[in-house]
């Protein structure tokens, strides 16, 4: 449990002691929150006893009377507002001194307590106020971490970019230099590599697109009655001439139509991306099979193959964003490294759930549980 530091500034040391006494064994719990949050109390009589003690030890809290000896508690909020902006502040006021509170508030107080004030009343103020401190750092939490995620994210694709079409600029003038003679044919390496190149560039950009719609809070899911099978026979179709360019034999195992109500887009990105990786990272004469099960609570997708496999610690890492395993076996093959963080994200959607068993040179077989 983390304490919470709460400091009472008022010139009537009966507040102060009720106030310790209120929330010396009080604790307040949500259950966003990541542990119980507690109070540690100290008190301050005047506003220029707070303000040095805010200027040692910052407090979370502030509970500041508004009418003091010395300096007035709109001095001291005044302080905070300039010097401790983290500071949440709230003012004790009397009833007969509730306009200045309602002023006070709009000068930066988070809210006020009327006096005298009964223990549930300011038991139910705290409350209130921690819900606000936790919420307030985790927000700027979010958007610090949001803003590193959105750097790392343009550096990467950056540098994915700017690598293949720094190649591809590389070959053309080879090319435009007739550096390897006045032949066509002597060029057919380079214009093999740059159609590579291109095509990489392609699939980084329909990731992207992909990912762009998934996290986009504008768009609009077209649920419908999806069959499964024709999804997946569609998915099978489309990679199949990299199959037979690979001699990867691909077999579909499906007893009858599977329907699911689903956004098919969302399905389509699910099947291709597991089938499509099954056959780029399989063996020469390999095989993938694709399996689908349904029972009285949900739909099983499972893609098996026999490729290159991983070892535990690349599994760990592969549904992070432009993750690619990186090895001896893989330094050949082109990817965006979004394709599987895209689908645990479509998965995640639907509260279903993906696991995957491999093992290195013996195959992955992904297994996507979807929940009706």
């Given at each position: 449990?983390?304490?919470?530091?709460?400091?009472?500034?008022?010139?009537?040391?009966?507040i102060?002691?009720?106030?310790?006494?209120?929330?010396?064994?009080?604790?307040?719990?949500?259950?966003?929150?990541?542990?119980?949050?507690?109070?540690?109390?100290?008190?301050?009589?005047?506003?220029?006893?707070?303000?040095?003690?805010?200027?040692?030890?910052?407090?979370?809290?502030?509970?500041?009377?508004?009418?003091l000896?010395?300096?007035?508690?709109?001095?001291?909020?005044?302080?905070?507002?300039?010097?401790?902006?983290?500071?949440?502040?709230?003012?004790?006021?009397?009833?007969?001194?509730?306009?200045?509170?309602?002023?006070?508030?709009?000068?930066?107080?988070?809210?006020?307590?009327?006096?005298?004030?009964?223990?549930?009343?300011?038991?139910?103020?705290?409350?209130?106020?921690?819900?606000?401190?936790f919420?307030?750092?985790?927000?700027?939490?979010?958007?610090?971490?949001?803003?590193?995620?959105r750097?790392?994210?343009?550096?990467?694709?950056?540098?994915?970019?700017?690598s293949?079409?720094?190649?591809?600029?590389?070959?053309?003038?080879?090319?435009?230099e007739?550096?390897?003679?006045?032949?066509?044919?002597?060029?057919?390496?380079?214009i093999?590599?740059?159609?590579?190149?291109?095509?990489?560039?392609?699939?980084?950009?329909?990731?992207?697109?992909?990912?762009?719609?998934?996290?986009?809070?504008?768009?609009?899911k077209?649920?419908?009655?999806?069959?499964?099978?024709?999804?997946?026979n569609?998915?099978?179709?489309?990679?199949?001439?990299?199959?037979?360019?690979?001699?990867?034999?691909?077999n579909?195992?499906?007893?009858?139509?599977?329907?699911?109500?689903?956004?098919?887009?969302?399905?389509?990105?699910?099947?291709?991306?597991?089938?499509?990786?099954?056959?780029?990272?399989?063996?020469?004469?390999?095989?993938?099979?694709?399996?689908?099960?349904?029972d009285?609570e949900?739909?099983?997708?499972?893609?098996?193959?026999?490729?290159?496999?991983?070892?535990?610690?690349e599994?760990?890492?592969?549904?992070n964003?432009?993750?690619?395993?990186?090895?001896?076996?893989?330094?050949?093959?082109?990817?965006?490294?979004?394709?599987?963080?895209i689908?645990?994200?479509v998965?995640?959607?639907?509260?279903?759930?993906?696991?995957?068993?491999?093992?290195?040179d013996?195959?992955?077989?992904?297994?996507?549980?979807?929940?009706?």
């Open positions: 449990m983390r304490n919470l530091k709460v400091l009472v500034v008022d010139d009537e040391p009966g102060c002691s009720g106030v310790k006494r209120i929330l010396g064994k009080f604790t307040v719990s949500y259950p966003f929150m990541d542990e119980d949050r507690g109070f540690d109390v100290y008190e301050a009589y005047t506003g220029e006893d707070a303000i040095e003690s805010i200027k040692g030890d910052p407090p979370d809290i502030v509970l500041l009377d508004n009418k000896p010395g300096i007035q508690g709109t001095d001291v909020l005044d302080y905070i507002n300039k010097n401790h902006r983290d500071i949440v502040v709230m003012i004790i006021t009397s009833y007969a001194s509730l306009e200045l509170a309602v002023k006070a508030t709009e000068k930066g107080a988070y809210d006020f307590i009327p006096k005298p004030f009964t223990p549930q009343e300011l038991k139910s103020s705290m409350e209130k106020v921690t819900k606000h401190l919420l307030k750092v985790m927000t700027k939490r979010l958007n610090k971490e949001g803003k590193e995620v750097f790392q994210f343009l550096s990467v694709l950056s540098h994915e970019l700017k293949p079409l720094n190649a591809v600029e590389g070959y053309l003038k080879i090319m435009q007739r550096q390897a003679g006045e032949n066509i044919s002597d060029y057919d390496q380079i093999e590599r740059s159609l590579q190149r291109i095509n990489g560039m392609r699939t980084l950009i329909m990731d992207l697109l992909d990912l762009t719609k998934i996290q986009s809070d504008e768009k609009e077209q649920f419908e009655n999806v069959n499964l099978l024709d999804i997946t569609n998915a099978i179709e489309t990679v199949s001439p990299y199959a037979i360019q690979k001699d990867v034999k691909i579909l195992h499906a007893k009858d139509d599977i329907n699911f109500y689903a956004d098919p887009n969302d399905m389509e990105i699910v099947l291709n991306n597991l089938i499509s990786n099954a056959v780029k990272y399989n063996y020469k004469a390999g095989k993938v099979d694709v399996y689908l099960e349904k009285a949900q739909i099983t997708i499972k893609v098996s193959d026999t490729g290159i496999g991983m070892n535990q610690e599994t760990s890492k592969l549904f964003e432009f993750v690619r395993i990186k090895n001896e076996k893989t330094k050949n093959i082109t990817g965006s490294g979004l394709g599987l963080s689908v645990k994200k998965i995640d959607i639907y509260d279903g759930d993906i696991q995957i068993d491999s093992e290195p013996k195959g992955s077989t992904f297994t996507v549980t979807l929940p009706f």
